[in-house]
């Protein structure tokens, strides 16, 4: 080991720091499922939902991790589902 990589900054995954961010210390908001994207299996992987804030409508997607792939009756479109969201930008959120 180098003298340099001694000071080197450890690489942190942000996407898993911004949705650990977001479960921590959003705002819980609701939204609704519009559109999943569904394996040859039958199995959902990505959701598509809509949410307001303030009266601003935001669409966004997400990929479902393990735990929420377990209960996947809960994601099929038109189902209401909780979010979380950056109150500083609204457009930053997570389907919890």
């Not at 792939?69 to 389907?95: E, F, L």
Request: hydrophobic content about 35%; cysteine-free.
């Amino acid at each position: 080991m180098g003298l340099l990589d001694l000071f080197k900054r450890k690489k942190v995954d942000t996407e898993a720091a911004r949705r650990a961010a977001l479960l921590r210390t959003g705002r819980v908001g609701e939204g609704v499922i519009l559109d999943v994207t569904i394996t040859d299996a039958g199995d959902i992987t990505h959701v598509f939902y809509n949410y307001s804030v303030n009266g601003v409508e935001y669409e966004s997607s997400q990929t479902l991790d393990e735990p929420q792939r377990q209960h996947q009756a809960d994601y099929y479109p038109g189902a209401r589902i909780t979010v979380r969201y950056d109150p500083h930008r609204p457009a930053n959120s997570v389907v919890v």
